[in-house]
């Protein structure tokens, strides 16, 4: 079994700044990749970031120039970074982890990001 816990979501002003985290344990020892997504209601879950486990990593569009996310091996924790947020960035922001050669998901309960002034 595997267990995400994310942190670091809150309420920032346009233009400021936060810190995503998702600690993962248990069953992790082949981790493919570690991503976040991100949720409004009505709309479905978009994939935002990623970064596989050659460490090579991929944006949104959306996010591109402005979002940063890395990852440490040692900790198994994986960051968001997330600079000049916007109110449109204000969303449910999952973790999510693929594991072993079937790529098996598990995902975390999600932390609030709320971008307002």
């Known amino acids: 079994q595997v267990q995400l816990v994310e942190s670091g979501g809150g309420l920032v002003q346009p233009g400021g700044s936060l810190r995503l985290s998702c600690a993962a344990s248990?069953?992790?020892?082949?981790?493919?990749?570690m991503g976040w997504y991100r949720q409004t209601p009505g709309k479905q879950r978009e994939l935002i970031a990623i970064?596989?486990?050659?460490?090579?990593?991929n944006y949104a569009d959306s996010v591109k120039g402005r979002f940063t996310i890395s990852r440490d091996k040692d900790k198994n924790t994986a960051y968001l970074q997330m600079n000049s947020l916007k109110p449109e960035d204000t969303a449910v922001y999952y973790c999510?982890?693929?594991?072993?050669?079937?790529?098996?998901?598990?995902w975390g309960q999600g932390t609030q990001v709320t971008v307002s002034s």
């Open positions: 248990g069953s992790i020892s082949d981790i493919y990749s």
């Open positions: 999510n982890v693929m594991i072993g050669v079937w790529r098996r998901q598990y």
């Open positions: 970064i596989i486990s050659d460490s090579s990593s």
